[in-house]
């Protein structure tokens, strides 16, 4: 005798759980991995070279003073900051993990393996990108000793 619609229906649909989680936390990641630094320069542009460069300079003058009146210098800010520019990478690696994570799941509870190969799958694909772009950081800081290096005969 088959079971009513309605409950096989819920069953079919708590067998998937861990899977649909992960995959949608991947293509998330990927999301945020992809466009997050465009939209977080969007709501917070960079300051003008000038100001960053302003900053400084008044905090060492400020210190100065202080140091040469003979005033206590001024205290400095606590360690723990957010560090804003890396938020879209923090959240993209965070949600490439748990995509990694449901995904392995779902596998094990041997849920559909469609939803737990594509929730692996995107999840190493976004943590790739992000060290392929960590790699071509790197590339061009090379290419650039080099060349200044090379320009100055120092071999």
Request: hydrophobic share 50%; glycine share 8%.
């Amino acid at each position: 005798m088959n079971p009513p619609a309605n409950l096989k229906s819920a069953v079919e649909l708590r067998a998937r759980t861990f899977g649909i989680i992960g995959v949608i936390a991947a293509f998330l990641a990927l999301l945020a991995i992809l466009v997050g630094p465009s939209v977080h320069d969007a709501f917070y542009p960079k300051p003008s070279l000038e100001d960053r460069i302003a900053a400084p300079a008044v905090k060492i003058r400020d210190r100065l003073a202080a140091r040469l009146k003979g005033a206590p210098a001024p205290e400095k800010p606590s360690a723990f900051r957010l560090n804003s520019p890396e938020l879209p990478y923090t959240i993209s690696s965070a949600l490439a993990g748990i995509a990694i994570i449901g995904g392995c799941i779902s596998y094990l509870r041997r849920e559909d393996h469609r939803y737990a190969y594509v929730a692996c799958g995107v999840g190493t694909l976004t943590l790739a990108w992000h060290a392929f772009l960590l790699a071509l950081g790197a590339l061009v800081v090379c290419i650039i000793v080099f060349s200044v290096l090379g320009s100055l005969g120092l071999k």
